[in-house]
């Protein structure tokens, strides 16, 4: 059992160029989030998902897009990278029943942008 | 607004001595709390939540944290700290807007010495 993976673990881009960051979840979870963490700032959410084909928007989510085409998936885009997008990325996963679910995390994006 | 304050960046205990991470939420309405550990290049790790009940709520690896109402807080505690407790420790509180989503505190970093 995988649980949260993200791919890739590290990226160094240049400014302007654009990416894809994948998040694969094994344990069949309705909600999925994209975060960032910068230091002393915590995390804060970019996107988040309710369920396959539907996405909404977190606390950060300008110069980001992202996807949900199937349940286990979960796609951040950034379209034309800006240093202020250098960052550690996460994703998470959580079961919609009950409502107090804790959040499973990925071991993260390290992404630079140069 | 909702928010989650750790007032100490960082918390310094000898290995064997109790250890306290402090935590103070903002929130309206009943508070669903989160404590989540990361260590060194790794996704954060769900260690205990509180939802309702007693206030003193046990978790992984030997932690408990306990809620008080009157005085917001949700205060991380171990009897007896271990050098491998050294991690980055982050306090949540759930978003009222729903879908699990959380809301994080900045981090306290746990130095435990030997």
């Known amino acids: 059992n995988a649980g949260v993976t993200q791919t890739p673990k590290f990226r160094v881009l240049k400014t302007g160029q654009s990416m894809t960051l994948l998040c694969a979840q094994d344990m069949n979870h309705e909600y999925m989030y994209w975060y960032r963490q910068d230091p002393g700032m915590g995390l804060r959410l970019i996107h988040y998902?309710?369920?396959?084909?539907?996405?909404a928007k977190g606390e950060v989510p300008d110069g980001y897009n992202v996807s949900r085409l199937k349940k286990q998936n979960f796609l951040l885009g950034l379209e034309s990278a800006a240093p202020s997008q250098t960052s550690v990325y996460f994703c998470?996963?959580?079961?919609?029943?009950?409502?107090?679910?804790?959040?499973?995390f990925g071991d993260g994006t390290r992404l630079s942008i140069l | 607004a909702q928010s989650v304050a750790q007032p100490e960046d960082q918390v310094n205990v000898a290995e064997g001595n109790p250890l306290t991470v402090k935590c103070t939420y903002s929130v309206s309405g009943n508070p669903y709390l989160f404590w989540y550990v990361q260590y060194p290049n790794r996704g954060l790790q769900f260690l205990l939540k509180?939802?309702?009940?007693?206030?003193l709520v046990k978790g992984s690896y030997g932690f408990e944290a306990e809620f008080n109402k009157s005085q917001t807080s949700f205060h991380l505690k171990k009897p007896s700290a271990l050098v491998s407790d050294s991690a980055l420790y982050f306090c949540?509180?759930?978003?009222?807007?729903?879908?699990?989503?959380?809301?994080f505190g900045a981090g306290t970093r746990l130095a435990v010495h030997p």
């Open positions: 998902s309710v369920g396959e084909g539907t996405t």
């Open positions: 998470a996963s959580s079961y919609a029943k009950w409502g107090n679910q804790p959040q499973h």
């Open positions: 949540a509180v759930r978003d009222n807007g729903g879908y699990n989503k959380l809301i």
């Open positions: 509180y939802i309702t009940g007693d206030n």
